[in-house]
T-cell receptor, first 116, second 112 residues
Framework: GAVVSQHPSRVICKSGTSVKIECRSL??????MFWYRQFPKKSLMLMAT?????????EQGVEKDKFLINHASLTLSTLTVTSAHPEDSSFYIC????????????FGPGTRLTVL | DAKTTQPPSMDCAEGRAANLPCNHS???????VYWYRQIHSQGPQYIIH???NNETNEMASLIITEDRKSSTLILPHATLRDTAVYYC?????????????FGKGTHLIIQP
């Protein structure tokens, strides 16, 4: 198994609101889940790493109070963008390890966030 | 993780083999070479990985030079759907808990 889903696929919100993005491993239990962000014409940048039941580890420069990560089970991680602003508009992608090939990350389809 | 260098873009005719090079001259003995691709507006897709032996799966072949300082991803019969950005990533064995560092990759364009 190696299928990762994300919901929603795209979201438009007003500035100042919060948005929750779900990431699920559909056919395997994810030992670790990751969140990435991708701006237009740029490469993916790792935001944070999370393991079930423990606090996420954030990359330098990523505000943990703004990007809340909850990893409640071995198949679900959520990213909440709090008090979103237009500069948070981006493509958010999650990934998970624990699937078919050892130590290999399998990526979700991504969530396009647009903050007006 | 070791740094990789890839050409920014390549063209290939549909039906031909696409050969994508990657340099990783500072690779360590316990580092694997991974290849992913990202089709526009989608999440990256795992293709293949290897340590030092050549590898083949249903998607592609990976050729790693004997000194492991470079590798080539081969798509044997490219189709239009193979148009994507291809990323070569070096990472340590057992690094399942570590995030990936994506470079700029190679934008492969398959021409009809």
């Amino acid at each position: 198994g190696a299928v990762v889903s994300q919901h929603p696929s795209r979201v438009i919100c007003k500035s100042g609101t919060s948005v929750k993005i779900e990431c699920r491993s559909l056919d395997f239990q994810a030992t670790t889940m990751f969140w990435y962000r991708q701006f237009p014409k740029k490469s993916l940048m790792l935001m944070a790493t999370s393991n079930e039941g423990s606090k996420a580890t954030y990359e330098q420069g990523v505000e943990k109070d703004k990007f809340l990560i909850n990893h409640a089970s071995l198949t679900l991680s959520t990213l909440t963008v709090t008090s979103a602003h237009p500069e948070d508009s981006s493509f958010y992608i999650c990934s998970a390890t624990g699937g078919l090939v050892l130590d290999t990350q399998y990526f979700g389809p991504g969530t396009r966030l647009t903050v007006l | 993780d070791a740094k990789t260098t890839q050409p920014p873009s390549m063209d290939c005719a549909e039906g031909r083999a696409a050969n994508l090079p990657c340099n990783h001259s500072t690779i360590s003995g316990n580092e694997y070479v991974y290849w992913y691709r990202q089709i526009h507006s989608q999440g990256p897709q795992y293709i293949i990985h290897g340590l030092k032996n050549n590898e083949t799966n249903e998607m592609a072949s990976l050729i790693i030079t004997e000194d492991r300082k470079s590798s080539t991803l081969i798509l044997p019969h490219a189709t239009l759907r193979d148009t994507a950005v291809y990323y070569c990533i070096v990472r340590v064995s057992g690094g399942g808990a570590d995030g990936l560092t994506f470079g700029k990759g190679t934008h492969l364009i398959i021409q009809p």
